[in-house]
């Protein structure tokens, strides 16, 4: 397929995924498992945060539980981050677990969404943090380490401190402190 021929489907798959018919979007989505690229990867996460239909949603989340694409780390971040998208903010990050995604350079940024997320996005943190195996840059592991030790200082005796302090621990063995 020839690039002009290769771009011509990707924009009519992206196009697709925000039709009103539900069939034509069920196709957009099997077009984009054969034909897909790192530029659906955005366009997969708006139509999983906004399909109505169980169908939609559950293949669009097939399709980003296992991602296989370069750079996958920044969409999927950059999603994780954006305000927009705070009702899938977990299943991003789950996403990214599932799909072996290591959003190595961004710690800073997990840490800010365990701090300010609910509980089941700070158990995505530390799972996601967990199954890391690049090094973490060593200014980002003590600048999270102590947001979360001032966040524990402040906060009351809950759950989700109890997960921060867990959370603390994994950054602790990251940065062997």
Aim: proline share 3%.
């Amino acid at each position: 397929m020839s690039d002009s021929s290769r771009k011509k489907t990707i924009d009519q798959i992206r196009s697709d995924f925000f039709s009103t018919d539900e069939q034509v979007v069920i196709h957009a989505l099997q077009r984009c498992r054969e034909e897909g690229n790192r530029s659906l990867l955005e366009p997969l996460i708006a139509l999983y945060a906004r399909t109505d239909s169980q169908t939609v949603r559950q293949e669009a989340a097939d399709m980003l539980n296992s991602v296989k694409v370069d750079q996958a780390e920044e969409v999927f971040m950059d999603a994780a981050l954006n305000p927009d998208l705070l009702g899938v903010r977990r299943d991003i990050l789950s996403f990214m677990w599932n799909s072996g995604v290591q959003p190595v350079g961004w710690l800073t940024d997990l840490t800010n969404i365990a701090l300010t997320g609910t509980l089941e996005e700070v158990i995505e943190c530390i799972t996601l943090v967990e199954s890391m195996d690049d090094e973490f840059p060593e200014e980002q592991v003590m600048d999270s380490a102590q947001q979360v030790r001032l966040y524990l200082a402040q906060a009351p005796a809950d759950e989700k401190s109890k997960l921060l302090a867990a959370y603390l621990g994994v950054l602790g063995q990251l940065g062997q402190f």
